[in-house]
């Protein structure tokens, strides 16, 4: 079996300058309803999900049976890439690619699709026997992995696969924390500045100091905590009545995670507590509330599952050695292990993404390629 790395390439090309900001992934799903229906796919099937996330198309669906009797496995990427994303146009040097400089290049996560693609050109074109194999093609991971979040797995057949995704190429990621989102709304009491300060509470002061004493950055070797947004306060001259704070808390431990979410929570709440009136003529007390999303469970594979023991043996047919890792981030994997699909993340050789001088090597994608036919052809298992 060979992998034709100039067809790759030009698809790679064509790809990442087919524009898919989130939420605007049709023509790019057009694009692989086309390729994957030509290449004799079972059923290629775009699901219901643009009505949950405001994309204009669905998750997309691709199913080959193949032969061999053994069980199915799934490979997932997304879509949708970050911006600037406007008239993307592709520069090739030797085995580079990166972009013209002033927008992303998108192999995060075209890299992924390319390699789909490719193996499964190659398979149709040998008639090489394969087992079953499902493709998951979702929409706006980059804002919130909603595509996913909304994706029916039932719809899957297929128990266990890869999110082909970040990293380089040879990772797998095994292990991604948990995230809850923090939304935390400080009330106090509007009031003149210059007339009558004392009657106001001011939620900015409050918000700050609860801040200035909370926990931040990696808190310990499997957690982080981060403050990223505030907005409050309407004008110089009020004491500000309202101040919202949004942050996260990860962790690779769900325990930790609970614990320093209700952590922070109590340091909001315990602000408010212990705020004394300094006037003594305050006409109000400052109130806090503090709304907890859980964004995504975490991803912990065993070492041993048969999802990594299936991928390290088709990597050691070709002479290669994976390196199983954690990530800091979260995916689509996060969200499919969270309802049940064993999923791996499988780096694709990827570099600075979500930059403008994003960039990945032809060599990666094809490497990819040949370790997905691998998997789909020898391993028996
Ligand atoms: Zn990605």
């Given at each position: 079996?060979?992998?034709?790395?100039?067809?790759?390439?030009?698809?790679?090309?064509?790809?990442?300058?087919?524009?898919?900001?989130?939420?605007?992934?049709?023509?790019?799903?057009?694009?692989?309803?086309?390729?994957?229906?030509?290449?004799?796919?079972?059923?290629?099937?775009?699901?219901?999900?643009?009505?949950?996330?405001?994309?204009?198309?669905?998750?997309?669906?691709?199913?080959?049976?193949?032969?061999?009797?053994?069980?199915?496995?799934f490979?997932t990427?997304?879509?949708?890439?970050?911006?600037?994303?406007?008239?993307?146009?592709?520069?090739?040097?030797?085995?580079?690619?990166?972009?013209?400089?002033?927008?992303?290049?998108?192999?995060?996560?075209?890299?992924?699709?390319?390699?789909?693609?490719?193996?499964?050109?190659?398979?149709?074109?040998?008639?090489?026997?394969?087992?079953?194999?499902?493709?998951?093609?979702?929409?706006?991971?980059?804002?919130?992995?909603?595509?996913?979040?909304?994706?029916?797995v039932?719809?899957l057949?297929a128990r266990e696969g890869?999110?082909?995704?970040?990293?380089?190429?040879?990772?797998?990621?095994?292990?991604?924390?948990?995230?809850?989102?923090?939304?935390?709304?400080?009330?106090?009491?509007?009031?003149?500045?210059?007339?009558?300060?004392?009657?106001?509470?001011?939620?900015?002061?409050?918000?700050?100091?609860?801040?200035?004493?909370?926990?931040?950055?990696?808190?310990?070797?499997?957690?982080?905590?981060?403050?990223?947004?505030?907005?409050?306060?309407?004008?110089?001259?009020?004491?500000?009545?309202?101040?919202?704070?949004?942050?996260?808390?990860?962790?690779?431990?769900?325990?930790?995670?609970?614990?320093?979410?209700?952590?922070?929570?109590?340091?909001?709440?315990?602000?408010?507590?212990?705020?004394?009136?300094?006037?003594?003529?305050?006409?109000?007390?400052?109130?806090?509330?503090?709304?907890?999303?859980?964004?995504?469970?975490?991803?912990?594979?065993?070492?041993?599952?048969?999802?990594?023991?299936?991928?390290?043996?088709?990597?050691?047919?070709?002479?290669?050695?994976?390196?199983?890792?954690?990530?800091?981030?979260?995916?689509?994997a996060?969200i499919l292990n969270g309802k049940g699909l064993v999923t791996?993340?499988?780096?694709?050789?990827?570099?600075?993404?979500?930059?403008?001088?994003?960039?990945?090597?032809?060599?990666?994608?094809?490497?990819?390629?040949?370790?997905?036919?691998?998997?789909?052809?020898?391993?028996?298992?």
């Amino acid at each position: 079996m060979q992998v034709d790395a100039e067809r790759l390439a030009r698809e790679f090309v064509a790809l990442c300058e087919t524009e898919s900001l989130s939420q605007s992934e049709a023509k790019v799903c057009r694009r692989l309803k086309e390729v994957f229906t030509e290449l004799g796919a079972e059923s290629v099937i775009e699901d219901q999900s643009s009505a949950q996330t405001g994309a204009d198309c669905g998750n997309l669906l691709v199913r080959f049976s193949g032969t061999l009797p053994l069980p199915p496995l799934f490979f997932t990427c997304h879509m949708d890439t970050v911006g600037p994303a406007q008239g993307i146009r592709v520069q090739r040097k030797g085995d580079l690619f990166t972009s013209s400089g002033d927008t992303v290049l998108g192999s995060d996560d075209k890299s992924g699709i390319v390699a789909c693609i490719e193996t499964m050109r190659v398979l149709h074109e040998t008639g090489t026997a394969h087992r079953p194999v499902e493709f998951l093609f979702t929409t706006c991971e980059e804002i919130g992995l909603l595509g996913a979040k909304a994706f029916d797995v039932g719809m899957l057949t297929a128990r266990e696969g890869y999110a082909l995704d970040g990293g380089s190429f040879g990772d797998v990621d095994i292990r991604a924390p948990a995230l809850n989102r923090l939304i935390v709304t400080v009330s106090g009491v509007a009031a003149h500045a210059g007339a009558h300060p004392e009657w106001g509470v001011s939620a900015i002061i409050l918000a700050a100091k609860a801040l200035a004493d909370m926990p931040q950055g990696r808190v310990d070797k499997e957690s982080t905590i981060n403050f990223g947004l505030i907005q409050g306060g309407t004008a110089i001259n009020i004491v500000p009545d309202k101040v919202v704070v949004e942050g996260e808390v990860r962790s690779h431990n769900p325990e930790k995670l609970a614990q320093l979410t209700e952590a922070v929570r109590n340091r909001f709440v315990n602000t408010a507590r212990h705020w004394t009136d300094p006037g003594g003529a305050a006409r109000g007390k400052p109130r806090i509330e503090v709304q907890v999303k859980q964004e995504f469970l975490v991803m912990q594979l065993a070492e041993q599952a048969p999802v990594i023991r299936r991928i390290d043996q088709a990597a050691a047919s070709l002479g290669l050695n994976l390196r199983h890792g954690e990530t800091g981030g979260g995916s689509d994997a996060n969200i499919l292990n969270g309802k049940g699909l064993v999923t791996a993340v499988l780096g694709t050789g990827m570099t600075n993404i979500h930059a403008t001088n994003e960039q990945i090597a032809l060599a990666d994608m094809t490497g990819l390629t040949r370790l997905l036919l691998t998997l789909l052809t020898e391993v028996t298992f």
